[in-house]
């Protein structure tokens, strides 16, 4: 999510768990709820045309079985295939693919078709894009600073964050200076040829394609939307620079410079991807070798992403950055989930990005305003040029370089003493709480504790982390957690949210149903939300909710809804 790279920015939402209440049966909604047949003038009713969805069934199953149940809602031939190939653990995950293309409405109730089914768990729509519906003048108001200001000082970025000062310090036993021995891997656009992301920096024996089968992992750089994103977000992370690693050739600073990147390139726009390739991109990630995985995009998320990032914290011990989105104000998937860290960003006079999301799920602020990163260009042959660029992706960039030099100082020996049966992320996120420096007046509830300190973090104390403990329930990452975090709204509060909405049910099926659909809504059409949310908090009358939310929602939803 960049200034230049990024037209418009994205952003989604997240919090975490609840109160008991009691339960009431959801309401159900299947009479004169059709087959759906397929139509491609559906798709012009919307600009987001749909022509796949994911599903979760309760076991692992044959294709030809689930094209069996599968064919009962959706008509026309299918290809159906596992989401996660050879990953035995997240089996019964499929992705269906139509002939032809359905409107975002229309979508979503094919997907309350699929999970009625008795075999289905779960079903959402596989959605292309992400981009949000704003108006011209505020995405550009919110993507572009004033250029006069932006420091000249190409690592102004780290004299904020104390980063020479963290490579100064003398490493713990077994330990190593600047992110030395720690892989990060890095799903976006790729990797391009650049002075400023060396060929060392890169493990290319590892690098992968999700987009065209059988790829390196090179970004080709001949397509719209933001070619040269991996270059410049995995330039904040690993830029090499000369001997002493201090001064990197063109200007450009990497956080975590003796690092190596693995790219996977799984999106041409960091606002236009399908949510499968993002989730397969996670998987791969999690069978590598990295110890922390770097995620400049975001979107709604879905079920399959979530998990497949739970597995990597929680089975494969990495921790998992993810931007918490630009321009649209609330917390993007995947930083909305409680398994990552979420970074925020600020500019060079210790203040918010205005474009930063913000709200309860952020973790940590770093820089991410005017970071100098290097630029390759659609079109362009140069490989010299840095330039200085916005967005939510280079603060994650630069939290994911930190979590690297953090990783090396220690040594994983250490860390894994000190974490106990913990996850590494638990340890990382407990020792981000001090590790920061907290301007005057800063918004601890939106932002996080303050604007990351490296020196900080290599100080802190990890054996103060308290390893005995239990691991916490609120990390569950629930439906209802996750609508909460969405929302930017407590858990209790999203409770009573729903039964007011819908009138009557238990909170937590009412999240389980319908909240992908309406996590959609705040992610790409974050104004509507806000006015129904505005309508619920008013207690509104019935009939004002429903004319509000008429057209916008599926036939499913709205009938819920008006009950």
């Not at 960091?270 to 995009?297: E, G, I, T």
């Not at 996120?429 to 020196?455: C, H, K, M, S």
């Not at 790409?524 to 006015?531: E, G, I, L, S």
Request: glycine letters at 8%.
């Amino acid at each position: 999510m960049t200034r230049r790279m990024c037209v418009a920015g994205i952003a989604v939402l997240i919090a975490a768990c609840g109160a008991d209440e009691s339960a009431v049966d959801a309401p159900t909604v299947t009479e004169g709820d059709p087959v759906l047949e397929s139509r491609d003038e559906a798709a012009a009713t919307t600009d987001v045309p749909v022509r796949s969805w994911l599903i979760e069934t309760a076991e692992d199953l044959p294709l030809s079985a689930v094209r069996e149940f599968t064919t009962a809602v959706i008509s026309g031939e299918l290809l159906i295939e596992p989401l996660f190939p050879g990953s035995p653990d997240l089996a019964g995950m499929y992705l269906i693919e139509a002939e032809s293309a359905y409107g975002e409405r229309e979508a979503f109730d094919i997907a309350y078709r699929l999970k009625d089914l008795p075999q289905v768990v779960d079903a959402v729509p596989n959605f292309a894009t992400h981009e949000p519906d704003l108006p011209r003048e505020a995405s550009a108001a919110c993507l572009f600073s004033d250029s006069e200001g932006v420091p000249q000082q190409h690592d102004w970025s780290l004299k904020k964050m104390h980063v020479r000062e963290a490579w100064e310090l003398e490493p713990m036993s077994g330990g190593k200076r600047f992110g030395e021995g720690v892989t990060v891997c890095h799903p976006d656009s790729g990797w391009a040829e650049h002075l400023e992301y060396e060929a060392d920096a890169i493990n290319k024996s590892l690098a992968t394609d999700l987009i065209d089968e059988g790829g390196t992992g090179e970004d080709p750089l001949d397509y719209s939307g933001n070619p040269g994103h991996g270059t410049a977000t995995g330039s904040v992370i690993a830029s090499r620079g000369d001997d002493d690693t201090t001064e990197p050739p063109g200007g450009v600073f990497g956080i975590a410079p003796r690092a190596k990147v693995i790219p996977i390139r799984a999106l041409k726009s960091v606002v236009h991807f399908l949510d499968s390739d993002v989730a397969r991109a996670v998987d791969y990630a999690r069978a590598q070798s990295c110890d922390v995985v770097s995620m400049s995009l975001g979107g709604a998320g879905f079920f399959g992403l979530k998990k497949a990032i739970r597995k990597a914290v929680e089975d494969n011990d990495k921790i998992v950055v993810a931007a918490a989105g630009n321009c649209v104000g609330r917390v993007v998937a995947p930083a909305k989930y409680g398994t990552t860290i979420a970074a925020a960003a600020s500019n060079w006079n210790d203040v918010p990005w205005k474009g930063s999301s913000k709200g309860r799920a952020v973790t940590v602020t770093a820089p991410g305003e005017g970071i100098w990163v290097a630029r390759r260009e659609r079109g362009s042959t140069d490989t010299h040029k840095v330039d200085n660029s916005n967005g939510t992706s280079y603060a994650t960039a630069a939290i994911a370089g930190a979590a690297a030099d953090w990783i090396a100082f220690h040594g994983k020996e250490r860390l894994n003493a000190a974490k106990g049966q913990h996850s590494l992320t638990a340890l990382f996120r407990f020792v981000l709480q001090d590790a920061v420096n907290t301007p005057d007046g800063w918004d601890t509830g939106r932002y996080g504790p303050g604007i990351l300190d490296v020196e900080k973090l290599l100080q802190a104390d990890i054996d103060a982390f308290p390893k005995d403990q239990p691991r916490s329930a609120a990390d569950a990452d629930t439906p209802l957690s996750t609508l909460s975090r969405t929302i930017d709204r407590s858990p209790r509060q999203t409770r009573d949210l729903l039964q007011f909405l819908f009138g009557t049910g238990d909170p937590d099926v009412l999240a389980g149903t319908y909240g992908a659909e309406l996590e959609r809504m705040a992610a790409t059409r974050p104004a509507d939300m806000q006015r129904i949310l505005d309508l619920v908090d008013q207690r509104a009358v019935r009939s004002e909710i429903n004319e509000e939310i008429a057209g916008r929602f599926s036939t499913r939803l709205q009938k819920a809804v008006g009950q």
